[in-house]
């Protein structure tokens, strides 16, 4: 393509962004929404629950099983936190114009990611053993949707930042440096709102009963 | 079109696959039109069964049972009060979603913002072209779920559970189908609004935007911020009906005699929050991008600057505010509350103050003017009383007391028919015989413009005003015999066949326009149309390549100097001084 669209690369002097940092942003309000609107959900639903998490049909409650689990949620709550201060330092690295260090603290963030989706693996599996489907009641279903979705986001990221170390992502780096760091700085954005939904979603889910 | 930057593209990146805007804006606007003929053809079937419930329809009625057949319902070419119920959710469904937002947002929008704003392209054109690419296919899965075993979704466009839970699977694909609209939709509002943020180019301050790229900026900001709790909706009700669980259903819920296995404890009023957070502003996803139609032309073709153009801006954008604190003045009869009756009933009076602003300034605006009286300009005129009426019958909704007696009748699709279909429709009409010689070069034809014009006026009057005088009657809106089985609607009933006949001229009545752009695209270059036959001075017809437009638009990136609207400046030759002409000292 011969067509130069401006401030791609450069900050544009009025706004001091260019436009995918203006890009990123507004896409994470609208996913504030996304999560806004499923927080309130939960507050809603609970509100109108007369005990909780609520006793299904077959007469259980998922109560003693979530306080097993919290020990989990809390490894993966550091997990998290740790990838995303590597992802920060992969951006720094790259702003140091130091290329191992970049891929090394990539591969830290993409190992953290994996070990939660390993863990939550195991969270779900042994939930479902137990009887604890979705369908059982209101909160299991909302936790089913909310961690879900949230999956779905660390899955999501977790493409791109193995994009971005192989060489058809990196190879940006040879070419456009500029662009390259500022994609990641705007992935980074990204992961440090799917960082920060877990924040709240681990207190809400496991700790609020 | 320079030549050096010519190379070999083939017909598929071009014209499919393309990420030029404007390719994707005639993308967008072709098959929008599309899905409106569809949307409207749904209606105009209704249309027979209210007027002669169950009697066999003409024409098209081997088709109808031929369609109910296949999903089951019995049918002698009549139209089965189930399948009125699936034609009824998806008219609604496809005019809002696929019809009206994709057209002045996705095709407008993406065809004129880069454009008057001096940009070569949007600021993310993979993203644009992704956006297109997820209309279509939500697009495609609404029109296969016609095809289902029990028909395509059929609990209103709105969709409340418990009805919706339980119904047929073609709302499962409705959902799907929705979630791939609104990814469109957040992808195109993203892409909007970092084009008019970043890409205006040198001179083009705030305050000398067109009021055009105003509208789709708020607009955008709407789409951006109230889709998301809709999809929460939607992924809400696809786990009710896949996973079994009971976001909208709660304990205790007889379906046909029978208690329904169910975890329950949910909440089906939910919904309708999560349902019309999104809904009422996107009332004005489909009025303000109008607006800004209507005002470009109004403004050109009265040959004076627009009267009021600050408090336009700052209007839309506390109409675009507030629109997000009004959407429960659609729930005043669930049962919420006093209290909350209270507040919304509040703010949706208050809402209607910079409706009223927009729309005074707009006839302020013709006040002294030399109007000349083209397609584009009447349709612009026709279009101000109209959503007037609409706006106006709004107000005794908004009041929670009047909306008892109104709620859930004709009154309430007159209402917002109003504001739709004369509203919206007629400023995207006026938009496309303004905006046409820009794409192709080529004058759509005045008679036939006119005649298109007078006839959609009387018959979409015909249409809607008799709702009012049935809604008033309390004439429920979703009867499939159109009230013929309740007593009180008896003295109304003989209204069905008026708006049933103005509805089928409407149909007819949209002929010459289709002729019209179909002849038109076959005539021979009309050299006057080329460069500004409107003698405009926004930047799309004063800078841009001529038509058709290479792609990156501008030969050179023009530099703006003056305001969107200066039109006969005193001591001026010409009657319109460009936004890119400097004007000379001591003149």
């Not at chain 2, 309390?474 to 109304?492: C, F, I, N, P, T």
Request: some cysteine; glycine content about 8%; aromatic content about 16%.
């Amino acid at each position: 393509m011969d067509i130069k669209i401006p401030y791609n690369e450069d900050l544009r002097p009025d706004t001091g962004l260019y436009n995918a940092k203006l890009g990123i942003w507004l896409f994470l309000a609208s996913e504030v929404m996304l999560f806004g609107g499923l927080f309130s959900s939960y507050i809603l639903l609970r509100a109108g629950a007369s005990v909780w998490p609520p006793i299904g049909l077959d007469g259980q409650s998922v109560a003693h099983l979530l306080e097993e689990t919290i020990g989990l949620a809390t490894f993966n709550t550091v997990a998290l936190i740790t990838s995303s201060v590597t992802m920060v330092m992969s951006w720094v690295s790259l702003k140091m114009k130091d290329i191992l260090k970049f891929k090394m603290y990539m591969w830290i963030t993409i190992s953290c990611a994996i070990i939660f989706l390993v863990v939550k693996y195991f969270e779900y599996s042994h939930k479902i053993h137990e009887g604890f489907i979705p369908a059982h009641d209101t909160y299991m279903a909302l936790y089913f949707t909310m961690t879900g979705l949230h999956v779905l986001h660390i899955i999501g990221g977790l493409f791109v930042l193995v994009y971005f170390v192989m060489p058809n992502g990196i190879k940006m780096w040879d070419d456009e440096p500029i662009r390259f760091t500022n994609r990641i700085e705007v992935f980074g954005l990204y992961w440090h709102f799917v960082d920060l939904v877990w924040i709240f979603l681990f207190p809400v889910l496991y700790l609020l009963n | 079109m320079s030549n050096k930057e010519h190379h070999e593209e083939s017909f598929w990146t071009k014209y499919v696959f393309s990420i030029d805007h404007k390719v994707i804006g005639i993308q967008y606007g072709i098959t929008a039109l599309f899905f409106l003929l569809i949307g409207f053809s749904l209606m105009m079937v209704m249309r027979w069964q209210l007027a002669y419930p169950d009697t066999a329809i003409p024409v098209v009625g081997p088709f109808i049972k031929w369609l109910a057949t296949l999903n089951g319902f019995a049918s002698e070419g009549n139209l089965p009060s189930d399948l009125y119920n699936v034609f009824g959710a998806m008219h609604g469904t496809i005019m809002i979603f696929l019809g009206v937002v994709p057209l002045i947002v996705g095709a407008f929008g993406n065809y004129l913002v880069p454009l008057q704003v001096g940009a070569p392209d949007m600021a993310f054109p993979k993203l644009n072209m992704a956006s297109y690419w997820s209309y279509l296919p939500g697009g495609i899965i609404m029109i296969i779920s016609f095809f289902l075993p029990g028909g395509a979704a059929n609990s209103g466009w709105t969709a409340y559970p418990p009805l919706s839970d339980i119904a047929t699977q073609g709302q499962t694909w409705w959902l799907v189908a929705m979630i791939f609209l609104i990814t469109s939709s957040l992808l195109g509002s993203v892409n909007i609004i970092v084009t008019v943020v970043q890409l205006r180019v040198k001179g083009l301050t705030w305050m000398k935007l067109p009021f055009f790229v105003w509208s789709q900026l708020v607009t955008s900001f709407l789409l951006l911020l109230a889709f998301p709790p809709l999809e929460v909706a939607a992924i809400f009700q696809l786990m009710d009906r896949i996973a079994g669980t009971s976001f909208f259903l709660p304990s205790g819920l007889v379906v046909s005699g029978e208690m329904l296995q169910v975890s329950g404890g949910g909440s089906p009023l939910l919904w309708q929050h999560l349902f019309w957070f999104l809904a009422h502003p996107e009332v004005y996803v489909l009025i303000l991008p109008g607006m800004g139609v209507i005002a470009e032309v109004i403004a050109n073709n009265t040959r004076k600057p627009l009267w009021g153009y600050k408090s336009l801006v700052y209007s839309s954008f506390f109409l675009g505010f507030m629109s997000f604190t009004v959407w429960a003045h659609h729930m005043f009869l669930t049962g919420m509350g006093q209290g909350m009756s209270t507040f919304f009933q509040i703010t949706t009076m208050i809402i209607s103050v910079p409706s009223v602003i927009i729309l005074s300034c707009f006839m302020l605006s013709l006040w002294g003017g030399s109007i000349r009286f083209n397609v584009p300009m009447l349709f612009a005129l026709g279009w101000i009383p109209m959503f007037g009426v609409g706006g106006l019958t709004g107000l005794p909704l908004g009041l929670s007391t009047s909306d008892i007696h109104l709620h859930d009748t004709y009154y309430v699709i007159g209402h917002f028919h109003y504001v739709v279909a004369p509203g919206t429709i007629f400023a995207l009409f006026s938009g496309i015989y303004f905006w046409f010689p820009k794409v192709t070069g080529k004058m759509l034809d005045e008679t036939l413009g006119k005649i298109h014009f007078f006839a959609s006026f009387v018959f979409m009057n015909g249409v809607f005003f008799p709702m009012f005088i049935q809604g008033l009657a309390g004439v429920s809106r979703r009867l499939a015999d159109g009230g013929a089985s309740y007593a009180h609607a008896a003295d109304v009933l003989k209204w069905n066949e008026t708006m049933s006949y103005s509805a089928w001229l409407l149909g007819l009545a949209q002929i010459p326009f289709i002729v019209n752009l179909i002849w038109t695209l076959y005539k021979d270059k009309d050299s006057k149309a080329n460069a500004n036959p409107w003698n405009a001075t926004t930047i799309e017809w004063t800078d841009a390549t001529s038509p058709p437009l290479g792609h990156g638009n501008f030969k050179k990136t023009p530099v703006v100097y003056n305001g969107p609207y200066e039109y006969s400046v005193p001591g001026m030759k010409d009657d319109f001084l460009p936004q890119t002409k400097k004007m000379k000292k001591g003149k």
